[in-house]
T-cell receptor, first 113, second 114 residues
Framework: GNSVTQMEGPVTLSEEAFLTINCTYT??????LFWYVQYPGEGLQLLLK?????DKGSNKGFEATYRKETTSFHLEKGSVQVSDSAVYFC????????????FGKGTMLLVSP | DTEVTQTPKHLVMGMTNKKSLKCEQH?????MYWYKQKAKKPPELMFV???????INESVPSRFSPECPNSSLLNLHLHALQPEDSALYLC?????????????FGEGSRLTVL
């Protein structure tokens, strides 16, 4: 079956530090890959996505590249802000009609001033 | 309009109460979902409706009863819940055909069962 593994948290960084959150997946075929973000007390927001190998998703300074050879989709940001403090979920979906997302366990990011 | 709206945002109920959670979207999506999220955990899929028909029920106890009155609305009826059912309940929607898998989530309804 499908699975997503992401690094354990919390990840604690100072403002303007470089961020990497690792994500690897197991799936058959060619899934779509996503990073969702959940701010405290809120629902999930799509941060970025990639639908095929070598695609790079980007949004709000965050980037992730779909690497089929390493089955990875690592999230990066060059300079984090306090407002980036949230829980980040890596997820995949097989492209067939309605979507059933497989989520990783989530990584909490804490950014201090 | 790219929103999924959930009401109420907070709900406290006793184990003998009957209540409902409501979800609405106006993006023309034909697939709608209920997820349950416990603290510090990822969301867990409960139900999927596709074209207003129940397509997936992830072995959810019958005290949770979903309903999809039309393509824009999704309800979750709650009856005789247990304290362990306290959680954040998330509604989501997506396109059906040609779907890249992206789900649009609401803000959630935080349920406390006393």
């Amino acid at each position: 079956g499908n699975s997503v593994t992401q690094m354990e948290g919390p990840v604690t960084l100072s403002e303007e530090a470089f961020l990497t959150i690792n994500c690897t997946y197991t799936a058959t075929g060619y899934p779509s890959l996503f990073w969702y973000v959940q701010y405290p007390g809120e629902g999930l927001q799509l941060l970025l996505k990639a639908t095929k190998a070598d695609d790079k998703g980007s949004n709000k300074g965050f980037e992730a590249t779909y690497r089929k050879e390493t089955t990875s989709f690592h999230l990066e940001k060059g300079s984090v802000q306090v407002s980036d403090s949230a829980v980040y979920f890596c997820a995949l979906s097989q492209n067939s009609g309605y979507s059933t997302l497989t989520f990783g366990k989530g990584t909490m990011l804490l950014v201090s001033p | 309009d790219t929103e999924v709206t959930q009401t109420p945002k907070h709900l406290v109920m006793g184990m003998t109460n009957k209540k409902s959670l409501k979800c609405e979207q106006h993006m023309g999506h034909r697939a709608m979902y209920w997820y349950k999220q416990k603290a510090k955990k990822p969301p867990e899929l409960m139900f999927v409706y596709s074209y207003e028909k129940l397509s997936i029920n992830e072995s959810v106890p019958s005290r949770f009863s979903p309903e999809c009155p039309n393509s824009s609305l999704l309800n979750l009826h709650l009856h005789a819940l247990q304290p362990e059912d306290s959680a954040l309940y998330l509604c989501a929607s997506s396109h059906e055909s040609g779907n890249t898998g992206e789900l649009f989530f609401g803000e959630g309804s935080r349920l406390t069962v006393l």
